[in-house]
C-alpha cells in the first residue's frame, strides 16, 4: 500500500525555506565581495565616510537577505515541496528526497528554458545561457527546498525545531569558512586586493586614446597634446572637444590616490585625472560628472 505524504508542516517548510534562503543570499554577497575586491575600484577609503557606507551596507545586506528569505520560501520553497507532495499523491509513490530532488530539477531546467528564451529575444546572452540558469536554479534552491522538506516530514517530536537550527548553524559555520578562506587567500596573496599600475613618467610617455576620435599625447619633455578629448559638464553633460597643448605631471600621493596625473594650461583639462587599469593595460580616466556616479573617460595607452 503505497504511503501518503504529510500535509501538514507548511508554517515549518515556509519558516526553513526562509532561513536557508536567507542564508544562501548572505553567502552569496560575500562570494560576491571576495571577488570584486579584485575588480578595478576607485572609490575613496578610510575616515567617517567610509565608516558609514560600510554599516550602511552592513544593515542593508541584513534587510535584504530577509526580504530574499522570506520572498524566495514563498514563492519557491513552499510550493515545491507541495508540489513534490502533490506529485507523491498522484503516483502513489513515497514522499521521499529523491523525489523532492527531480521536481526541483524539472522545475529549474522548465524555469531555465523560459527565461532564457526571454533573454535571447531581446538580444542578451548566446545558447549558454540555458545550462548556466538551469544548474544556478538547482544550486540555489535544492538545499533549501530538502531542508524545508525535512522539516515538514517531521520523524519525532521536536524535530522541525532541530531542522531549523540545524540550517542556522550550518549558514553561519559555512559563511564563517567563506570569510576564513577569503582572508586566507587575500592574507597569503593568492588573490590581491585590486591597486592602480604603478606607473613611472617613462610609462606615461606615448599615446592615449579614447577609441573614438579622441587622444592625450605624453611627451618626455613634459608636454602633452590633446586631440578630439570630449569635455565634460559637472553635470555629466558632453560640451564639445578639447584640442590643444600643455604640460604634464604624474605625482605619487598617499591615500586612495596613489597617482595623480595633472595637465596644465591646457583648456578644461587641468584637473581630474587618475591612472587605472593594470600593469600590462594601463588607463588615464576622468570621472564624468561626480565620482559616485560611477562613469568614467577612459582612455588606453597604444602600443
Known amino acids: 500500500m503505497p504511503v501518503r505524504p504529510p500535509d501538514g508542516?507548511?508554517?515549518?517548510?515556509?519558516?526553513?525555506?526562509?532561513?536557508?534562503?536567507?542564508?544562501?543570499?548572505?553567502?552569496?554577497?560575500?562570494?560576491?565581495?571576495?571577488?570584486?575586491?579584485?575588480?578595478?575600484?576607485?572609490?575613496?577609503?578610510?575616515?567617517?565616510?567610509?565608516?558609514?557606507?560600510?554599516i550602511f551596507a552592513l544593515v542593508l545586506l541584513?534587510?535584504?537577505?530577509?526580504?530574499?528569505?522570506?520572498?524566495?520560501?514563498?514563492?519557491?520553497?513552499?510550493?515545491?515541496?507541495?508540489?513534490?507532495?502533490?506529485?507523491?499523491?498522484?503516483?502513489?509513490r513515497r514522499d521521499s528526497w529523491q523525489l523532492t530532488l527531480a521536481t526541483v530539477a524539472v522545475v529549474a531546467v522548465a524555469l531555465a528554458l523560459l527565461i532564457g528564451s526571454c533573454m535571447l529575444l531581446v538580444g542578451f546572452g548566446g545558447l549558454l545561457v540555458y545550462p548556466v540558469l538551469a544548474l544556478s536554479l538547482v544550486v540555489g534552491l535544492v538545499p533549501a527546498t530538502l531542508c524545508a522538506r525535512a522539516?515538514?516530514?517531521?520523524?519525532k517530536p521536536g524535530a522541525r525545531w532541530r531542522v531549523l537550527g540545524g540550517v542556522a548553524l550550518g549558514g553561519l559555520g559555512l559563511l564563517a569558512v567563506m570569510l576564513a578562506v577569503?582572508?586566507?587567500?587575500?592574507?597569503?596573496?593568492?588573490?590581491?586586493?585590486?591597486?592602480?599600475?604603478?606607473?613611472?613618467?617613462?610609462?606615461?610617455?606615448?599615446?592615449?586614446?579614447?577609441?573614438?576620435?579622441g587622444s592625450l599625447r605624453f611627451e618626455a619633455d613634459g608636454t602633452v597634446t590633446a586631440k578630439g578629448v570630449i569635455k565634460y559638464e559637472a553635470t555629466g553633460e558632453q560640451s564639445g572637444a578639447s584640442n590643444c597643448?600643455?604640460?604634464?605631471?604624474?605625482?605619487?600621493?598617499?591615500?586612495?590616490?596613489?597617482?595623480?596625473?595633472?595637465?596644465?594650461?591646457?583648456?578644461?583639462?587641468?584637473?581630474?585625472?587618475?591612472?587605472?587599469?593594470?600593469?600590462?593595460?594601463?588607463?588615464?580616466?576622468?570621472w564624468i560628472g561626480k565620482p559616485d556616479s560611477g562613469e568614467r573617460y577612459i582612455l588606453t595607452r597604444q602600443r
Not at 591646457?266 to 581630474?272: D, I, Q, V, Y
Request: net charge negative; proline share 4%; charged share 15%.
Open 9 to 54: 508542516g507548511n508554517g515549518a517548510v515556509f519558516t526553513v525555506g526562509a532561513v536557508a534562503i536567507g542564508a544562501e543570499a548572505v553567502i552569496a554577497a560575500l562570494v560576491a565581495v571576495l571577488i570584486l575586491l579584485q575588480s578595478e575600484s576607485h572609490g575613496g577609503e578610510g575616515g567617517i565616510g567610509w565608516l558609514f557606507g560600510t
Open 62 to 92: 541584513a534587510v535584504m537577505s530577509v526580504i530574499a528569505g522570506l520572498a524566495g520560501s514563498a514563492m519557491a520553497v513552499l510550493p515545491l515541496v507541495l508540489l513534490g507532495r502533490a506529485v507523491a499523491r498522484r503516483t502513489g
Open 151 to 155: 522539516a515538514g516530514n517531521p520523524g
Open 182 to 213: 577569503g582572508v586566507a587567500a587575500y592574507s597569503s596573496g593568492i588573490l590581491k586586493i585590486y591597486e592602480p599600475p604603478r606607473l613611472t613618467e617613462a610609462d606615461m610617455v606615448g599615446t592615449w586614446t579614447d577609441g573614438g576620435g
Open 245 to 286: 597643448t600643455g604640460k604634464w605631471q604624474l605625482t605619487e600621493n598617499e591615500g586612495d590616490r596613489p597617482f595623480e596625473l595633472s595637465i596644465a594650461d591646457c583648456e578644461s583639462l587641468s584637473f581630474g585625472w587618475d591612472i587605472g587599469g593594470t600593469e600590462e593595460h594601463p588607463t588615464v580616466f576622468t
